[in-house]
């Protein structure tokens, strides 16, 4: 855990800012567009920077592209566009953009008026429909927060409207458009950014099967496969998605490394080498039984365990299990550990193709 630790405390104390040099090559992209103010800068800060969403209330105006590189799970990069910025101008080289794309993720003020962003979005559609007609356009609704339920799907559905009666106008019919109530004050931004991040995966379906088979095997009511980092899930099984079991494990994942942080602490040189020397004569990680950190807490209000288990210094497992799991403990590790096993036999072979 040490080495997802000090990665976090990095990406926390560093504030967004443009990558140096040309962008890396066969890495996919996630290009954050809208107007300006619209929260672009923000979501990108508390999603991959571990920035308080208090704390964005302070963030400047992004003056221009900024580049961010993730290093996990998979390598991709995160472009944060300007809102003053009119990339369709001719002085923009398009496939230096747009060549690598993953997503155009497309923020909306809901609570701005929305019409000009929509009409630039439909622009940008429309000009990227001859050269890129496949690429996932991302709507993300965003500054849900203290909205009512109702008003939010109002909006979502006059946005929607507003942008599939434009582009059919256009002849473009069932754009790859999708849609997302968005806010940084609660996790339907890791939802949202969870969803899109799930179609750059490919092999996405081999990772939801593993899932699915340790739900039916172990009878557990939810699993995840999160990015520990950004608390992103990459996979979940089958079942579908229960907001609060994703919100409580997600906050598990905090408390996890928080607990990591305070007892992992770095051992002096002279300590290391007494507990390596006789009787034992083997080093630590040899020592330990289980190497990845394991863990499992029980809900007092529903009497459901929720057990974590590492897979490795990037992502972690974490599952919903039923009341009275604790009976079948023995067996549901075994499975866990397959599982894992198997999750990285699938990333492995990914890597290999590459």
């Known amino acids: 855990m040490e080495n997802r630790l000090n990665a976090q405390k990095k990406d926390a104390a560093t504030a967004p800012g443009p990558a140096p040099g040309p962008a890396a090559k066969g890495k996919p992209r996630l290009l954050l567009m809208g107007q300006r103010r619209s929260g672009k800068s923000s979501i990108s800060s508390v999603v991959f920077h571990k920035m308080p969403p208090n704390e964005t209330l302070f963030l400047e105006s992004t003056a221009r592209i900024q580049k961010d590189s993730m290093h996990s799970f998979m390598d991709f990069q995160v472009w944060d566009f300007p809102g003053q910025v009119d990339f369709m101008d001719p002085s923009f080289d398009l496939d230096a953009i747009f060549g690598e794309i993953g997503a155009l993720i497309w923020v909306i003020d809901a609570q701005d008026d929305y019409l000009e962003a929509i009409n630039r979005l439909n622009s940008t559609i429309l000009n990227l429909q001859p050269s890129y007609p496949n690429v996932n356009i991302e709507v993300f609704i965003h500054k849900v927060d203290g909205l009512s339920d109702d008003y939010k799907l109002d909006i979502q559905r006059d946005i929607t409207q507003r942008i599939q009666d434009e582009l059919s106008d256009h002849g473009i019919e069932n754009a790859p458009i999708n849609f997302h109530l968005t806010s940084i004050y609660n996790h339907s931004i890791f939802e949202a950014f969870s969803k899109v991040i799930q179609k750059l995966i490919p092999h996405l379906p081999t990772l939801e099967a593993l899932l699915n088979n340790l739900c039916r095997a172990s009878g557990f009511e939810k699993a995840y496969l999160f990015d520990v980092l950004s608390k992103i899930y990459i996979a979940t099984d089958s079942s579908p998605v229960d907001m609060p079991s994703y919100e409580i494990c997600?906050?598990?994942?905090?408390?996890?490394?928080?607990?990591?942080?305070?007892?992992?602490?770095?051992?002096?040189?002279?300590?290391?080498?007494?507990?390596?020397?006789?009787?034992?004569n083997k080093k630590i990680e040899d020592q330990i039984a289980c190497k990845e950190a394991e863990s499992t807490i029980v809900l007092t209000d529903g009497k459901r365990p929720i057990m974590l288990r590492e897979v490795n210094k990037y992502l972690a497992l974490v599952a919903v299990m039923r009341e009275g799991s604790y009976g079948k403990m023995p067996?549901?590790?075994?499975?866990?550990?397959?599982?894992?096993?198997?999750?990285?036999?699938?990333?492995?072979?990914?890597?290999?193709?590459?």
């Open 250 to 280: 997600s906050d598990y994942i905090d408390v996890i490394v928080d607990i990591s942080e305070i007892y992992g602490w770095n051992r002096p040189a002279p300590y290391t080498e007494y507990l390596e020397g006789p009787p034992w």
């Open 331 to 354: 067996v549901i590790v075994e499975n866990v550990g397959t599982t894992v096993e198997g999750l990285l036999r699938a990333f492995e072979i990914t890597r290999q193709r590459k």
